[in-house]
C-alpha cells in the first residue's frame, strides 16, 4: 500500500509565483518570503512544477 501526500507546495515554472497549500481555506495562496509576496505574473498562465510528478490515485482500476 502506497500513500500518496498532496503537494503542500508549488511553484510556476514561468513567472516564479509560489503557492503554499493553506487547509484552513481549502486553497491555494501566494507564498510571503523575506517581505515580498511571490505572486509573480498575474497575466502569466501558470506553469506548475508539480503537475508532471504528482498523480492522485483514482484511476488504476
Ligand atoms: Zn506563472
Known amino acids: ?3 500518496i501526500d498532496p503537494p503542500t507546495e508549488r511553484r ?3 513567472c ?3 503557492e ?3 487547509e484552513g481555506t481549502d486553497a491555494w495562496v501566494a507564498v510571503e518570503r523575506d517581505g ?3 505572486r509573480g505574473n498575474p497575466h502569466c ?3 506548475w512544477n ?5 498523480n492522485p490515485i483514482g484511476n488504476t482500476s
Open 36 to 38: 515580498d509576496v511571490l
Open 45 to 47: 498562465v501558470h506553469v
Open 12 to 14: 510556476c515554472e514561468r
Open 1 to 3: 500500500m502506497v500513500t
Open 20 to 22: 503554499t497549500w493553506d
Open 16 to 18: 516564479g509565483r509560489v
Open 50 to 54: 508539480i503537475t508532471g510528478s504528482y
